[in-house]
């Protein structure tokens, strides 16, 4: 089963505090998200692979180590969008996919209206960005379309996630790790986490 990955850091609870907090501004919101994204991109960066390589300091020769594969990120619009940001500030070459799902108000269940992601993801670690993993049906979905693009290491990364969302993608996917900035216990009739920090999309595109 892959990894759970929940953030105790005192910097990251306070974060998800003032997230969570709806007298938040859309501006501070969306800083935030980007921040967490950062915060939690490192965590999830720290066990990748890396080689040997030598550099010329001004002073002398140096044995360093650089990561190996190339990186991909991949936010589920729209609320992904939010988090790119931030992982690019620590991950400034990785490419970026994106792909298009909403979720069918009726069903709960992932419609994909936008692909596009590049080439040969066989070889690359791929970074899910999706704030809130309420069902875990939209994250599912874009897991599901990335390996069948030939993508081999996936890892999902979100703000918030809900017991049902982990079990939908670590039942799916046995090679899949999440990492969150909070976990919260449930998910309401509307499929909103509870008591969450309402719909991020619109918090962060100040759409309501
Ligand atoms: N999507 C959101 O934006 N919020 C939730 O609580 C669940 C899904």
């Known amino acids: 089963m892959g990894k759970l990955f929940i953030s105790e850091h005192p910097l990251m609870k306070h974060k998800i505090t003032m997230l969570r907090d709806k007298n938040t501004s859309t501006k501070e919101f969306k800083e935030l998200i980007s921040e967490v994204a950062m915060l ?9 692979p890396t080689v040997e390589t030598t550099v010329q300091t001004p002073i002398a020769e140096a044995k360093c180590s650089k990561i190996k594969q190339d990186i991909v990120i991949v ?17 400034p070459a990785a490419k970026v996919g994106h792909i298009g799902l ?14 596009k992601v590049p080439k040969d993801l066989e070889n690359t670690k791929v970074f899910v960005l999706d704030p809130m993993l309420a069902t875990g049906k939209t994250a599912e979905a874009a897991v599901e379309f990335l390996k069948e693009r030939g993508a081999k290491d996936v890892t999902v990364i979100c703000v918030l996630a809900a017991p049902d969302g982990v079990k939908t993608v670590q039942s799916t996917f046995e090679d899949v790790d999440i990492y969150a900035a909070a976990y919260d ?12 920090l309402g719909d991020a999309g619109d ?4 759409t309501k």
């Open 40 to 48: 939690l991109t490192y965590e999830a960066t720290r066990e990748l």
């Open 75 to 91: 936010p589920i619009l729209r609320a992904g969008l939010g988090m790119v940001d931030g992982v690019h500030n620590i991950l």
């Open 203 to 206: 918090r962060m595109f100040g």
């Open 102 to 115: 909403y979720r069918d108000p009726e069903t709960l269940t992932p419609v994909e209206y936008y692909c």
């Open 185 to 196: 216990t449930m998910l309401n009739e509307k499929g909103y986490i509870v008591p969450g």
